[in-house]
């Protein structure tokens, strides 16, 4: 299965995929239009300033159906909400303790990150915004079905963010 | 996705190179581009700041980050500042490449410029008399002294404003005081563009875009037309004559030698050079049987008004003319220069001989030009090409078989002229409706758009329409290369312009010059205004740039539109993220200054957009719309 993947290493926190994003989602599909639309486009990525890492990247969730995150929250703090199809964060539950980064595809390249740099413990701290930004978005990434590339991968000029198959990149 | 050729560019020359160019694994600026897409949406919107150091910032344009940078500027502000830092950049351009004509003038003047002369007195006279310098007992080389002092203050003036303006209708001038945006010292208004985009200075979109106006005109009225007087008094003011261009005329047997950029200074001596029986001796010694120059972009188009040198390219083709292997050297001076020329000339046996003390670019040959030796550094870079000949690979050599015959040389004078030195031959054409309006069509070329496809169907839709154009820059050598600058395309006109254009021998499009002489465009919009008794508002014309890339073409449109002139842009400007400064320059300027922009990439709508502009004027002049 393919899915997009981030590299944090390579963000240089331009946002263009937050604007490729709304574009994509949007009725025109093109800039110049997109910007006056009502309703205003809605992105489904956001890039999300980590202190602990003093850099940028971007955050998405796609509300998987089988929702490894929710499934090994030991607080379920993330859990699917009654129609099983959105990822829901309470942040009151949440203990920082990363276990949903370790499986989320999305996430596993930020965790080992973190791992490398070592910078756990003022990271640690960080957990809660990272997550909670991804879950409350609540409008899912839809991979920007019929195209053949999703627009935020597309858009990305430092190859952050790709689409390539999950097991290739464990 | 890689674009097909025929989608890259519209003329057959190109796309030959273009093919010969992928075959040899060369680069041009179609492939750059595409590796640069997509693009930047906050750099295409306007809404990111780079001007004080607490930033970069930028502005979400769906409203759901920030709305506003960290000193508060909203993407109103934003958007205008960096407007006007583009217009600066411009006018500093075109009105740089003035004062170095002034200055060479001068030294010509005091006699330690030998290599020049003055070549049209008559008009060295009269713009002395529209300076109000006295001629009298003084002889040609004190009035030109007198001429240059005078001309060198426009550009550091302190009091006061220009005096080039007094040529625009009174009318006009006076809306310009009324609004406050006459212009001043031409450095004076780049300058303060500069300081009121400092952070925390000018920050309200109107205020911040009225100076942009002005520093427009200090560069049409100016600027660009001091350059244009100046030139003309060097060099003469050019008048019909016929020539070649594209890629095809660079020649098999010959030296090949391109002079591409801006200024006619240095490529003056080296058509001269080009000519010297020494040089042509040692061309035959080298195996060639001559030296052939060609031009690219507005040095070229400078040499082909005056001598009718032939033009090898817009400024799209400049890669491909080394691509074809046949050039021994490419000669430039200063702006729409690709600094990938570099390593492209490496590829091939091309020397890349950069000359502008202000412009250096990579592995270039560099021989530095100077006003006091302009004829012995000519020769040696004429030299230095004729010795690369024997370098050439055969093997790697293409020259499209493309070649268009043009006929060039309209300047205002020679326009004058062919009517027969009155402006009312024209306006009983407009009047009786066989010319329904005028087209003044400009600009370069841009990757954005297929090349030369939005300026030779603009133009072609345009004189079909029985409008007759006028134009320069890149849109005159992509209409040449199209074959509409020769009195034979007024086949493709309708019938009224076709009949005007067999009365006078005249192409129904009209070659003015380079892209300082769009200032030839406001001195005759002036004299027609004048002559009807209206405004140049009120005149039936338009103008588009259908290709624009440059910042030089913010300024043009600053100051076109200023004029009075509605103007229709073809690539989308880095605005639309204020939706404020975009209504006012789509809208609200009409109100303020007779005329607006459009956008329209669609060169067929464009004309549209231009037709309807000018059925509107003839209406309000009491014109009727049919013939």
């Known amino acids: ?170 | 996705m890689e674009q097909e050729i025929y989608e890259k560019s519209f003329d057959l020359a190109t796309q030959t190179m273009l093919q010969k160019a992928r075959e040899e694994g060369i680069e041009t600026a179609w492939d750059r581009y595409e590796k640069q897409l997509p693009q930047c949406s906050f750099g295409q919107l306007g809404v990111c700041c780079r001007n004080c150091n607490m930033g970069p910032c930028r502005i979400d344009p769906f409203g759901e980050g920030a709305d506003r940078g960290i000193c508060g500027a909203t993407a109103d502000i934003i958007v205008a500042r960096n407007l006007l830092r583009t217009i600066a950049a411009g006018a500093a351009a075109h009105s740089d490449h003035a004062r170095d004509a002034v200055l060479t003038f001068k030294k010509m003047s005091e006699g330690e410029a030998g290599s020049y002369s003055i070549k049209d007195e008559a008009k060295l006279l009269s713009l002395a008399s529209e300076y109000g310098i006295s001629s009298e007992g003084k002889s040609l080389e004190e009035i030109a002294v007198k001429l240059a002092d005078t001309l060198l203050l426009e550009f550091g003036k302190q009091d006061g404003h220009l005096l080039c303006t007094k040529r625009a209708p009174e009318s006009r001038l006076k809306l310009w005081v009324e609004l406050g945006i006459e212009p001043r010292g031409i450095d004076r208004e780049i300058v303060e563009c500069m300081h009121r985009t400092h952070m925390g200075v000018d920050n309200d979109a109107v205020h911040i875009l009225l100076q942009g106006l002005r520093t427009g005109l200090s560069d049409g009225w100016g600027g660009s037309m001091i350059a244009t007087d100046i030139q003309d008094i060097l060099f003469g003011t050019p008048q019909p004559r016929r020539s070649t261009v594209n890629l095809g005329v660079l020649s098999r047997d010959k030296v090949n030698i391109i002079v591409h950029g801006h200024e006619p200074i240095l490529s003056e001596m080296i058509v001269e050079a080009a000519e010297d029986p020494e040089l042509l001796k040692l061309a035959k010694e080298m195996g060639a049987t001559g030296i052939n120059v060609a031009g690219i972009c507005c040095t070229g188009n400078e040499a082909l008004m005056r001598h009718g040198t032939p033009i090898a390219g817009t400024f799209l083709q400049q890669e491909l003319a080394v691509i074809t292997g046949a050039v021994e050297a490419i000669v430039v001076d200063v702006q729409c220069v690709m600094p990938s020329l570099g390593d492209l000339t490496g590829c091939y046996h091309t020397k890349f001989i950069s000359t502008s003390p202000k412009a250096d670019f990579p592995n270039t040959v560099r021989i530095e030009f100077h006003e006091d030796r302009a004829y012995e550094t000519a020769k040696e870079i004429v030299k230095a090409a004729v010795e690369n000949f024997p370098n050439r690979v055969l093997e790697k050599v293409t020259i499209p078989e493309e070649k268009q015959e043009c006929m060039v040389g309209f300047s205002a004078e020679a326009i004058l002229g062919a009517l027969g030195g009155s402006p009312d031959p024209l306006i009983d054409a407009i009047k009786s409706g066989a010319i329904r309006g005028i087209g003044a069509v400009v600009g370069c070329n841009n990757v954005k758009v297929t090349h030369n496809y939005g300026h030779v169907n603009l133009v072609k839709e345009l004189i079909k329409n029985n409008v007759l154009v006028v134009t320069t820059g890149c849109n005159a050598i992509a209409c040449a290369e199209a074959g509409l600058l020769l009195p034979e395309a007024s086949e493709l006109a309708g019938e009224g312009l076709k009949a005007v254009c067999k009365a006078l021998g005249i192409p129904p499009v009209l070659h003015m010059g380079s892209c300082v002489d769009i200032s030839r465009i406001l001195v005759l919009s002036s004299v027609l205004a004048n002559r009807l008794g209206v405004d140049i508002s009120d005149l039936p014309a338009a103008g588009a740039a259908p290709e624009w890339m440059s910042e030089k073409a913010v300024s043009i449109g600053a100051y076109v539109v200023s004029s009075g002139v509605f103007t229709v842009l073809g690539t989308i400007p880095a605005v639309l993220g204020s939706q404020a400064v975009t209504s006012l320059l789509t809208e609200g300027l009409n109100g303020v200054v007779g005329a607006s922009f459009a956008v329209e990439p669609d060169p067929f709508r464009a004309a549209d957009l231009m037709l309807e502009h000018i059925d509107g004027k003839r209406k309000a002049l009491g014109l009727t719309l049919e013939s």
């Open chain 1, 1 to 170: 299965m393919k899915d997009l993947i981030i590299r944090p290493e390579r963000c240089l926190g331009c946002r263009s995929c937050e604007v490729a994003c709304a574009v994509a989602h949007s009725e025109s599909k093109n800039l110049f239009s997109a910007i006056g639309e009502l309703p205003v486009p809605k992105k489904r990525i956001f890039l999300k300033y980590i202190p602990g890492l003093g850099f940028s990247q971007p955050i998405t969730c796609r509300h998987c159906e089988d929702a490894p995150c929710a499934s090994v929250c030991p607080t379920k703090a993330l859990h699917l909400d009654e129609n099983e199809s959105i990822v829901i964060y309470n942040p009151d539950h949440c203990v920082d303790c990363w276990t949903c980064s370790t499986v989320c595809p999305r996430f596993v390249s930020l965790y080992h990150l973190i791992l490398f740099m070592g910078c756990w413990t003022s990271s640690m701290t960080q957990n809660r915004g990272v997550i909670s930004r991804q879950a409350q978005a609540g409008i899912k990434c839809d991979l920007c079905e019929g195209k053949i590339l999703p627009a935020c991968v597309e858009a990305c000029p430092t190859h952050a963010l790709t689409f390539s198959e999950v097991e290739e990149l464990k």
